[in-house]
């Protein structure tokens, strides 16, 4: 167990809709990234954010944004849903905002399906 | 930019066999590469990184890689493979905020 929390584990919807998918980092981690795991693209980076604050953005759609809280637990708010959005979200925290040997440790993921 | 590629998507080794996973990066910079494994419906657990602090760099579950700066690699191995090493391996290499993943590899060990 990593410490990680992402809530909810599985996620079915139609295209069109919207989902938001929540993630609780570890106790003392300033840091939330979010990841993208799917089969045609791999694993991709979408965001960060450190202590409330946009911090790094990736390959991450117009569709989709994200926050973080005062009390650290980070949103990923995903709209008009297509078909191609269907993955594996990947929720990661760490304690620094960008230390290169900084660990991330990553939740359990919520697995989207678009149907 | 920084890559990494991972050679061969799938891995087959015996139970007992050695176990040897290949990543090579490119980086403008000194890199910082990291090894993570999948387990199937799981999310990712760190196996060991590179910090420049030593080249060869233990891990867990009796997992180990050397940074080799020459062949710009950063192989996994494993002297003895084991049924519960069946997983998804993924190297990455840090790139200012993010971790940039190689494709993974699917290690497959037979009985």
């Known amino acids: 167990d990593s410490g990680v929390t992402q809530t909810p584990k599985h996620l079915i919807t139609a295209t069109g809709q919207r989902v938001t998918l929540r993630c609780s980092p570890r106790s003392g981690d300033l840091s939330v990234y979010w990841y993208q795991q799917s089969l045609d693209q791999g694993l991709q980076f979408l965001i960060q954010y450190y202590n409330g604050e946009e911090r790094a953005k990736g390959n991450i759609l117009e569709r989709f944004s994200a926050q973080q809280f005062p009390d650290l637990h980070s949103e990923l708010n995903l709209s008009s849903l297509e078909l191609g959005d269907s993955a594996l979200y990947f929720c990661?925290?760490?304690?620094?905002?960008?230390?290169?040997?900084?660990?991330?440790?990553f939740g359990p993921g919520t697995r989207l399906t678009v149907l | 930019a920084q890559s990494v590629t991972q050679l061969g998507s799938h891995v087959s080794v015996s139970e007992g066999a050695l176990v040897l996973l290949r990543c090579n990066y490119s980086?403008?910079?000194?890199?910082?590469l990291f090894w993570y494994v999948q387990y199937p419906n799981q999310g990712l657990q760190l196996l060991l990184k590179?910090?420049?602090?030593a080249t060869l760099v233990k891990g867990i579950n009796g997992f180990e890689a050397e940074f080799k700066k020459s062949e710009t690699s950063f192989h996994l191995t494993k002297p003895s493979a084991h049924m519960s090493d069946a997983a998804e391996y993924f190297c990455a290499v840090r790139s200012n905020y993010q971790l940039i993943w190689g494709a993974g590899t699917k290690l497959i060990i037979k009985p």
């Open positions: 990661a925290s760490s304690v620094v905002a960008s230390g290169s040997t900084d660990t991330q440790y």
């Open positions: 590179y910090t420049s602090a």
């Open positions: 980086s403008s910079v000194p890199p910082y």
